[in-house]
């Protein structure tokens, strides 16, 4: 079994009401009212639920993975709320930080200590990231199209910098 299946992390198809906030998500004013408030919410709605829900499930259908990273430069854990998407056995991660113009800080630390701890709904893994390959970038985009579509919208956004793709695998493997 992978990383996945062990969180049993996976997507639903949206409804209605879910597919609107995503695609208002897509745009370049909802992409930064989330980017400024959804941690926050995410945050409460986790507190609140234990763990077993976040904003954007809940607003959108899409399930929030928990990344906690070793900060580059303070040392402290930081922890990220990603959407993720399976590919194979393992789960990517796409640095698209919204579509804004700077790398998001979760990808800077990967890049300095692979080292994290991925956690859904309770369910916490040691795992180890790796940036994607060109065929594993590849099949994550496509794949990224049919989950949410404001990741090719932020990619056309995003000038000036190639988003960061990981792989990331249990460290257990």
Do not use: C
């Amino acid at each position: 079994m992978g990383l996945a299946a062990d969180l049993d992390y996976h997507h639903r198809q949206p409804n209605l009401v879910r597919r609107s906030v995503q695609a208002f998500g897509s745009t370049r004013a909802g992409a930064w009212a989330f980017s400024k408030s959804l941690r926050h919410l995410d945050n409460i709605i986790g507190r609140l639920t234990h763990g077993r829900q976040s904003a954007p499930e809940l607003l959108a259908g899409l399930p929030v993975l928990d990344l906690t990273t070793t900060g580059r430069k303070s040392g402290q854990l930081r922890t990220s709320h990603l959407i993720s998407m399976p590919i194979g056995d393992d789960l990517a991660l796409l640095g698209t930080n919204f579509g804004q113009p700077k790398t998001p800080a979760w990808v800077l630390n990967l890049e300095a200590d692979p080292h994290a701890r991925a956690s859904y709904r309770g369910t916490a893994v040691d795992v180890i990231a790796r940036p994607a390959t060109g065929p594993e970038r590849a099949a994550v985009m496509e794949r990224s199209r049919g989950i949410y579509g404001g990741y090719e919208k932020y990619q056309h956004r995003i000038s000036g910098r190639e988003v960061r793709i990981f792989v990331i695998e249990s460290a257990q493997a």
